[in-house]
């Protein structure tokens, strides 16, 4: 059955000694059930989750107020009817993906400006508890491999794609193998990252910190606004800001595909109790958008 708005009423009831007059659930998450709750005068967001801890949720909610990224307070935390629960402040805005059309060109430079500022003081985060050996490469496979078994599951698109791929790592292997273990915020594309009133407003669901990278936050964010039929001037911002050099121009470019073969991987996949839509016109949308960047990274 899972998590459903009468559960998070009597969860209201128990913390707070009130029923919530409104309880709205958000897009379906990979691994999380989260309503957004009207309880007297506030609003709250409730997350939830029955696949682990919050732990490092906190944790890095926590750090990342201290070095001020805008990101949710925590209210309460623990466990209720077989879930674990988080309470956060609520910030007003809406992703950008949803804010995008309403956006204009300058309010995109600003918005990308300082998501470049965030990114050079997460950068400046220790890391605790890199393995020994860490190689940025074996993300990337990771990533690939992903990609492969689910399209092979799925049967909606073509695994030559991802093969393709990764007999493409090889040109940029020392590129790739010269990445650093830095903090970065690799999910604030055009979800995660709230505008409102045309200026960043927020930054939320931070359950872990990326370590690598972060021109992957960039590519994601072009593939992502690509697959919604918008033009990408906001990661030429982005990218205009990072001052990115050749080599770094074509593993953009490879990172964009690398998204591009995990979209495909996750049309037809369900993630707790949805399944992530596919029709042919999704598929051949994507089949589209990856023979376009292939075609670009073939000529960079």
């Known amino acids: 059955m899972g998590m459903n708005a009468e559960m998070i009423e009597r969860l209201c009831l128990k913390l707070f000694s009130q029923t919530p007059q409104t309880v709205s659930r958000c897009g379906v998450g990979t691994g999380?059930?989260?309503?957004?709750?009207?309880?007297?005068?506030?609003?709250?967001?409730?997350?939830?989750?029955?696949?682990?801890?919050?732990?490092?949720?906190?944790?890095?909610?926590?750090?990342?107020?201290?070095?001020?990224?805008?990101?949710?307070?925590?209210?309460?935390?623990?466990?209720?009817?077989?879930?674990?629960?988080?309470?956060?402040?609520?910030?007003?805005?809406?992703d950008l993906g949803l804010a995008y059309p309403e956006l204009g060109e300058e309010e995109k430079r600003k918005i990308a400006r300082q998501v470049v500022e965030i990114q050079d003081r997460v950068a400046g985060l220790p890391l605790e508890d890199v393995p020994a050996g860490w190689q940025w490469s074996n993300f990337l496979e990771d990533m690939l491999g992903r990609a492969r078994e689910r399209i092979a599951r799925n049967g909606y698109f073509d695994v030559e794609r991802v093969d393709r791929l990764s007999g493409g790592m090889a040109q940029l292997g020392e590129y790739f193998a010269a990445v650093k273990p830095v903090a970065y915020l690799d999910d604030i594309t055009t979800k995660n990252l709230l505008v409102h009133n045309g200026a960043l407003s927020g930054v939320i669901d931070v359950d872990w910190i990326g370590v690598g990278d972060r021109l992957t936050q960039a590519a994601l964010t072009y593939t992502a606004l690509l697959n919604m039929g918008y033009g990408a001037s906001y990661v030429e911002y982005l990218l205009e800001e990072m001052a990115l050099s050749a080599v770094q121009k074509k593993a953009f470019l490879f990172y964009a595909l690398l998204y591009c073969v995990d979209f495909m991987g996750e049309r037809g996949t369900r993630f707790m109790d949805k399944t992530v839509d596919v029709s042919p016109e999704i598929v051949e949308r994507l089949n589209r958008i990856y023979d376009a960047l292939w075609k670009e990274l073939e000529q960079n």
């Open 32 to 94: 999380n059930y989260v309503y957004i709750v009207e309880l007297g005068e506030d609003r709250l967001v409730f997350r939830c989750s029955q696949d682990g801890s919050y732990t490092d949720t906190i944790r890095w909610l926590k750090r990342l107020a201290d070095i001020r990224v805008p990101v949710p307070q925590v209210l309460k935390n623990g466990n209720f009817e077989g879930y674990e629960y988080l309470v956060l402040t609520y910030i007003e805005g809406r």
